[in-house]
Structures are given as C-alpha cells and as structure tokens.
C-alpha cells in the first residue's frame, strides 16, 4: 500500500503507528464501519469533523465514530460563540481530503484541534489516515501533541 501523506508526516516526526485497511462502499462512509472493519471498539476510533467558527474560522474536532458533535461545546471550547459544520463540497479545497478520508494529521493548513478527551482513556486511538479505507492507530497523546491539539468535552 502507497504511504499517505498523514503516514510520511507520522514517520517524519519518528510518531509510531499502525495501519489498518479495511473495504469500505460509497454508500457506507460511517466511521462505525470502520471501526467494525478494523476489529476496533467504537469508542476508539475516532472521526474528524471540520467547523467553521465565527471568530475563529476553520475549527477541526475529532470526536468517537458513534458519537455526535455538540456544537455549543465545540463552539465554548474553540472561542467560538457558534460553530457550523463545513458544507462536504468544501472539505477537500479546505483540507486536501475527501469525506470518510479526513484526517486530522496534514491537512493543508494547521487549523486549531480539539479531540473528545475520552480518547485519554486508550492506550491507542484509530484516526483516519488520509484516504478512506485506512485507519492510523495511534497514541493519543502522541496525536494530541502532534496536531497541537486539546483534549475537551465534544460530544451530546
């Protein structure tokens, strides 16, 4: 399998992970179809959304596969006082990825991340690894510190 680019920045900053390749159907880009995929508790794989704050701008989250954003929550933690979802025809200009292949680590632009602090609970997390149908399994302190990211309360 070809290195994404979230991989090649992974290695570049000696972070370790493992990959997990799974099939995956355009009618099925749910996250906890990914997590079945790659034998993985939902609550440990984690999705990335992408907000646009009305102060901040772009905002990314990464929140548990079965979970739900909460927008006042994401929008307190971010310094925002709302938070929207990014249209799906703007995610790939916005951060060079395709919806079901978001991956917090190389978009194409640092954006401020905040990640469901219930991913401290893992020794390991699945984060998408850039193309749908691959999952990076990773520490989360190790992500958290590589995105500069936060931990925070996300979800409803």
């Known amino acids: 399998m070809k290195k994404t680019n979230a991989m090649r920045l992974l290695d570049a900053a000696k972070i370790p992970y493992e990959v ?18 790659v034998g993985m508790a939902r609550e440990a794989v984690f999705k990335t959304l992408v907000a646009r704050g009305d102060k901040t701008g772009f905002v990314v989250f990464c929140i548990p596969v079965a979970e739900e954003l909460d927008l006042k929550k994401a929008a307190r933690v971010s310094g925002n006082k709302a938070v929207e979802m990014l249209h799906v025809k703007e995610l790939l200009p916005t951060t060079g990825y395709v919806r079901g292949g978001c991956s917090p680590i190389g978009m194409k632009k640092k954006f401020p991340t905040y990640i469901d602090e219930t991913a401290m609970l ?12 691959v ?22």
């Open 135 to 156: 999952q990076l399994i990773v520490s989360p302190d190790a992500l958290l510190a590589f995105v500069d990211g936060t931990y925070a309360e996300l979800t409803v």
């Open 20 to 37: 997990r390749t799974y099939d995956w159907e355009e009618n099925d880009l749910s996250g906890t179809h990914a997590a079945d995929a």
């Open 122 to 133: 893992f020794d390991a997390i699945a984060v998408s690894g850039g193309m749908r149908g």
